[in-house]
């Protein structure tokens, strides 16, 4: 059965570059595009590993990541910040939500998988 991926972005050309890439790639997704819609997402069909846009509508990546990571049924779930905010203070609050790992946009995409293969490989011998 394929890894399943819960894409977090607001703006539905990244979005849709995000899901064809993984599905392209093997990996089964899930999308949500503000924060209220990825809680539910999250609970409601528990992916293996979540994108997490950090600018959203309705509620911020931040926000979002540490309500998941303080839900004791869903913090396993690793969470990667996909995000263009670049500045050091930037990556230090997001760090500090409990994000998993930080990436920057614009991503290259053979590393980006590289990362989420990682995240999935540290999970499964947990």
Do not use: W
């Not at 999250?42 to 509620?59: A, G, N, S, V, W």
């Not at 614009?106 to 980006?112: A, N």
């Amino acid at each position: 059965m394929a890894d399943k991926v819960l894409i977090v972005e607001d703006n539905e050309l990244n979005r849709n570059m995000l899901c064809s890439l993984l599905n392209a790639n093997g990996y089964e997704t899930i999308m949500a595009s503000n924060g209220i819609e990825a809680l539910d997402m999250t609970r409601i069909y528990r992916p293996d590993i979540i994108l997490m846009d950090i600018q959203l509508p309705e509620l911020p990546g931040t926000e979002v990541t540490k309500l998941i990571k303080s839900d004791a049924s869903l913090r396993h779930i690793p969470i990667l910040a996909v995000t263009a905010f670049g500045l050091k203070e930037d990556e230090k609050e997001i760090r500090e939500s409990g994000v998993d790992e930080y990436i920057l946009k614009p991503i290259s995409i053979v590393p980006f998988l590289s990362v989420i293969r990682k995240h999935l490989d540290k999970r499964i011998k947990h």
